[in-house]
């Protein structure tokens, strides 16, 4: 039944409901991003004014040019690209393999080990920050990309394992026994024929958990001295004096990481629509 037709009063009255509920929502998620971009072209003595003063004020790139001269942020995106990038390739690898395992062969204890995945992807950072400071000192890569890297593992891979997992169960079964019809090993099966299937799940996937390495700062505060990631770095960022928060820098530093995440889920967006819809519905 024509909801607009038999009750029109109450068909606008709903519409309109949604619409400020939408909004109320977008402004809500979006309001502080948007204030950190006005923040992050402000000079330090317009921070404190009034809020309509603060948005009247004059707009400055002094921010942005300092942050972008700073030796130590520029280092700091390039070992966060190295470590991230890193990280995602190998879980990406190891769990593609692990995923066509458990999704596709039947064998003692799978479900098992489905649940351990599960667990270890849950487990908070800091309840294994010790042991893995103890492992990484002890194979010399303290304050070394590569070990940052592997305890990015921890979480990337049991993320990027469940997720594949679930993928693998929902490929038809007939491209696979038609690989092997024609003679192609399980290996080939999964790189020839799999893999072009799986390239959503695996966008998405690995966007994901890049977005997740991206981001990490416990592991990369405890194991790096000297070669540190952005997120340490623009925590650190200090003023003139210990009382002295550079607060425009800060969200100007903020504003230049993020722009790399914003625009890799761009350029992958309709494989990520594909990747989080995929399995969704089972034919």
Do not use: H
Request: aromatic residues 14%; positive net charge.
């Amino acid at each position: 039944m024509n909801l607009k037709r038999t009750n029109p009063g109450l068909f606008y009255l709903q519409r309109t409901l949604f619409y400020l509920l939408v909004i109320v929502i977008a402004v809500y998620l979006l309001f502080p991003f948007a204030w950190a971009v006005l923040t992050s072209f402000r000079r330090a003595a317009d921070l404190f004014l009034p809020p309509l003063q603060f948005i009247a004020a004059p707009t400055t790139i002094d921010n942005y040019t300092q942050v972008l001269t700073n030796p130590s942020f520029r280092r700091g995106l390039l070992f966060s690209t190295i470590v991230a990038v890193g990280a995602v390739a190998v879980s990406l690898l190891f769990g593609s393999f692990a995923a066509y395992a458990l999704g596709r062969f039947r064998f003692k204890g799978k479900q098992f080990i489905m649940y351990i995945i599960l667990a270890v992807s849950v487990f908070p950072q800091i309840a294994v920050l010790g042991g893995l400071f103890t492992l990484i000192t002890r194979f010399g890569l303290f304050d070394n990309p590569i070990g940052l890297m592997v305890s990015y593992l921890i979480f990337t891979i049991p993320f990027t394992v469940w997720v594949l997992t679930s993928f693998v169960r929902d490929i038809p079964g007939e491209l696979e026994e038609a690989a092997l019809v024609d003679g192609a090993s399980p290996l080939q099966t999964l790189f020839r024929v799999l893999f072009p299937v799986m390239m959503p799940a695996l966008v998405t996937t690995g966007l994901l958990a890049f977005i997740n390495a991206w981001n990490e700062y416990l592991f990369a505060l405890t194991f790096m001295s000297t070669n540190r990631t952005v997120p340490v770095v623009i925590a650190n960022y200090s003023g003139a004096s210990q009382f002295d928060q550079p607060w425009g820098p800060i969200m100007a530093a903020s504003i230049v990481v993020t722009i790399p995440l914003i625009a890799l889920v761009l350029i992958f967006q309709r494989n990520i629509v594909s990747g989080l819809t995929a399995g969704a519905v089972k034919g």
